[in-house]
């Protein structure tokens, strides 16, 4: 590891003009690029003191071995030789989106006599028009078949064409019309020019020139009484409207716009572009990258812009480009936009309208392509075994952790605090042994203290159920650890420990717990013949947080006498994991599998507890008088409200009104009145301008 202040600068030395730095490492390779509108304030922020550095900055300049710069003129040149520079020298601390796949572009090779249009991958040519890119090579081949019914251009390869043209007979779209057969001389090189020119304005987006030119001569054709012609046309423009309609129309406007979204966490981010040309999405591609540098939101939309347009001239940048959020120098990037495409480009944030609707859409899907390239490593069982093996030697545990189970706590400014439970076996989730915990041995906003309550809640139910297993050996009295052969933790030599022991007399009392299932049904006790799911222990528990949760859940299992179940947690600023009494954390590499691990477990148990969270703070705020009554579900309740118009007027009401309702017994109707009646209704609203009473109706409250 480098010592940075071995090769800082000179003060002064640095100039304060626009330019592109580079840090090398002792072999002299590239391992950052970067710009700034001024080299000495950027470049000295790197030589502050250590602590003070984003981590993955930190690794950077301590990886390095040296920095050198260049000065350019302006702002917009910093821009391109900076993406100069990271395609030439690919550093390895730079962010650069990768893709798991080729698009395939409809092309148009107009550099040839005879243009063609085919299906392409890979690098652009120079002379070929670029459609695209497109999911399915199949959507491209079926919109080419509907529009050479119109546009007969040229399709087969150079060797076909060749034969042709030797044999003097075309192919079969020649004979049927989709081809112009210009390999037998049926059009001139420049008629099929034209015809190849006029297909790539349609799928440009000038559609409406040529569907009412068609509709124009299929009605001259008609008056003419050529039936036969103005039937073709017809057909034609059909077949045009049908290539059309394969590209819903998004924008009303015709816009051309590429939308751009990103979505993120600490390690990855996901990037998703809609191509739009003429008001319809042409294309759609996404790309992942790893966040190997400390970048925000608005650096990985540089980022983007770079790579997406570096190497695109001309009409392949759009008129406008919408961001999520707009690069630190916008309008540096605007400009170098503007000199790719030649004219002025427009690269803004969607506030409102279609545009904003359709960003939504484009953010949905780089929230689902990050999740999806997460969690395709888990399906493989090859990745799972490597994932748990690379946790069990990161943890320094003796065996793989084949259940694992993870904590989370979460509420709304300290109301409505729940924690969940999840539980992953061989690296899946088991969702049927989900739990959820309310939080009731205090009031208030306290992670640390809830954290340890759940733990301890938790582990006391799995002792509990261990004793009625039969699967606690008592310790002899005189014994200070556990008997030979016993399988659960010492217990503790004080008269008041949680932990079974001679001096325990029967289970261990849990009387603040709480549980529930996934459907909210409270955990299943001893005497109702179903599966005791807290008996079974895990080898690891997770916690979501850093150091002091961790210290809280290893507190609460060493007051239980619980010694052999590991703990670790997941800090979530730095993906970072932390060990009971260790000052430093664990840092797994990035391309870990153990990692991508604990993450998706740490996300899974954050979703469940928040989902808990929400729900009990809607039904909270959507409580009613009704809720009280025993036996009275839903429907009913509904009903009663239904019928009376309001709980209001339902108060008013007699017993014998409440029985005419369908489905409500006297006895019922009785608990409705008592539990009306014991609950005041609210002051009425007073108008403070007139002193008028405001008649509010509660029909909603249940």
């Not at 054709?221 to 129309?249: F, G, N, Q, T």
């Not at 008041?496 to 007399?505: D, I, K, L, M, R």
Request: hydrophobic share 35%; glycine share 8%.
């Amino acid at each position: 590891m480098a010592d940075p202040s071995s090769y800082r600068p000179r003060p002064g030395q640095i100039p304060d003009s626009p330019g592109v730095y580079k840090f090398r490492d002792e072999h002299r390779r590239v391992i950052y690029v970067g710009k700034a509108k001024n080299l000495r304030q950027r470049v000295a922020n790197y030589f502050q003191d250590l602590a003070n550095l984003h981590p993955r900055t930190r690794t950077m300049v301590t990886t390095a071995a040296s920095v050198e710069w260049t000065v350019v003129s302006t702002e917009v040149e910093a821009l391109q030789l900076e993406y100069s520079w990271i395609k030439e020298f690919d550093p390895r601390f730079n962010v650069k989106y990768r893709d798991d796949k080729s698009y395939p572009y409809l092309a148009v090779t107009l550099n040839e006599e005879f243009p063609r249009v085919q299906v392409m991958r890979g690098a652009k040519k120079k002379g070929v028009r670029y459609f695209g890119p497109y999911g399915h090579a199949w959507a491209i081949r079926e919109t080419v078949d509907l529009m050479l019914r119109v546009f007969p251009v040229r399709t087969c390869s150079a060797g076909v064409f060749k034969n042709a043209a030797r044999t003097g007979r075309p192919c079969l779209l020649g004979y049927i019309g989709k081809c112009s057969a210009p390999c037998v001389g049926r059009v001139t090189p420049e008629e099929h020019r034209e015809l190849a020119e006029d297909f790539c304005d349609f799928m440009a987006g000038r559609t409406g020139t040529y569907i009412r030119r068609l509709e124009k001569d299929m009605t001259q054709a008609a008056e003419e009484m050529e039936y036969e012609r103005a039937a073709r046309l017809r057909d034609d423009a059909e077949a045009l409207k049908r290539a059309m309609e394969k590209s819903a129309v998004v924008l009303a406007d015709a816009t051309d716009a590429d939308l751009i979204a990103v979505a993120e966490d600490e390690l990855e981010a996901a990037l998703q572009i809609f191509h739009v040309r003429g008001g319809r999405v042409r294309g759609q591609r996404g790309w992942v990258t790893d966040k190997v540098e400390a970048v925000d939101t608005s650096g990985l939309v540089e980022h983007a812009l770079q790579q997406l347009y570096g190497e695109e001239r001309g009409d392949a940048v759009p008129k406008e480009v919408l961001v999520p959020a707009l690069p630190e120098d916008a309008e540096a990037v605007s400009q170098w936009l503007a000199e790719r495409r030649g004219s002025q480009v427009s690269l803004r944030i969607p506030q409102r309208g279609d545009k904003k609707d359709l960003m939504v859409t484009v953010q949905r899907n780089a929230q689902q392509a990050l999740g999806l390239h997460k969690t395709k490593r888990a399906s493989d069982l090859t990745t799972r075994s490597r994932a748990l093996e690379e946790i069990a030697e990161a943890l320094g545990l003796d065996t793989a952790p084949l259940r694992i189970e993870c904590y989370d706590i979460s509420h709304l400014q300290g109301d409505d605090v729940v924690a969940s439970m999840v539980v992953f076996e061989d690296g899946l989730a088991r969702k049927s042994e989900y739990r959820r915990f309310q939080i009731k041995g205090f009031e208030g906003q306290d992670d640390v203290r809830s954290m340890h309550e759940v733990i301890g809640r938790r582990f006391k139910r799995y002792l509990q159920d261990k004793e009625r297993a039969g699967e606690w050996e008592e310790a002899p009295e005189t014994a200070t650890g556990p008997a030979p052969g016993a399988t659960g933790p010492a217990p503790a030599p004080a008269p008041a420990a949680p932990g079974p022991g001679p001096a325990a007399t029967g289970p261990v009392p849990a009387p603040a717990l709480t549980a529930a299932s996934p459907d909210g049904e409270p955990e299943p006790r001893e005497d109702d013949g179903r599966p005791k799911r807290f008996a079974y222990p895990p080898q690891l528990v997770v916690v979501d947080g850093g150091q002091p949760q961790v210290a809280a859940a290893k507190r609460a299992l060493d007051e239980l006498g619980i010694d052999d179940i590991a703990v670790c947690g997941l800090a979530k600023r730095l993906e970072e994991v932390w060990l009971p009494d260790d000052d430093d954390p664990v840092v797994l590499p990035r391309s870990s599998e153990g990692l991508y691990l604990l993450q998706r477990i740490r996300d899974e148990a954050h979703r469940f507890a928040i989902t808990y969270q929400r729900a009990k703070r809607a039904k909270r705020i959507r409580s009613s008088p009704l809720d009280d009554v025993t036996g009275l579900g839903e429907t009913r309740k509904q009903a009663l409200v239904k019928h009376f118009g309001s709980v209001k007027k339902l108060r008013q009401a007699t017993i014998d009104e409440i029985c005419e309702v369908p489905g409500i017994g006297r006895r019922t109707a009785e608990s409705v009145a008592a539990a009306l009646a014991s609950t005041a209704p609210a002051a009425p609203a007073v108008n403070t301008a007139t002193g008028e009473i405001i008649e509010e109706d509660d029909g909603g409250s249940s």
